[in-house]
């Protein structure tokens, strides 16, 4: 079963923190690039981070660089954003995939960033 499994999400307010996590399984893990992208309401989806096969090179979108942050750790099969000083235009579903064929997403989380 190749999948990716991600956990984190919820409502946090301006300002505030949250990590979301993507478990890999079903293929070799430390062989692809994973990005995160999101997603708001009536928007295009946007590709926010990405980070390289071994974890040394990182990319980011100019709207979040400074507060949100990807690692990875190969050795237990995940992929994280870290996501700090949150703002209300943050909200959207997150998704991780992997750069590489076949297309592979998780499922989504949705961060919501309200007062």
């Known amino acids: 079963q190749v999948q990716l499994v991600q956990s984190g999400g919820g409502l946090v307010q301006p300002g505030g923190s949250l990590r979301l996590s993507c478990v890999a399984s079903g293929f070799v893990f430390r062989y692809f690039a994973m990005s995160w992208y999101r997603q708001a309401p009536g928007k295009e989806r946007e590709l926010v981070a990405t980070?390289?096969?071994?974890?040394?090179?990182?990319n980011y979108a100019d709207s979040v660089k400074g507060r949100f942050t990807i690692s990875r750790d190969n050795a237990k099969n995940v992929v994280f954003l870290q996501m700090d000083s949150l703002k209300p235009e943050d909200t959207a579903v997150y998704y991780c995939?992997?750069?590489?064929?076949?297309?592979?997403w998780g499922q989504g989380a949705q961060v919501t960033v309200s007062s």
């Open positions: 995939t992997r750069w590489g064929v076949p297309d592979l």
């Open positions: 980070i390289d096969d071994a974890g040394g090179s990182t």
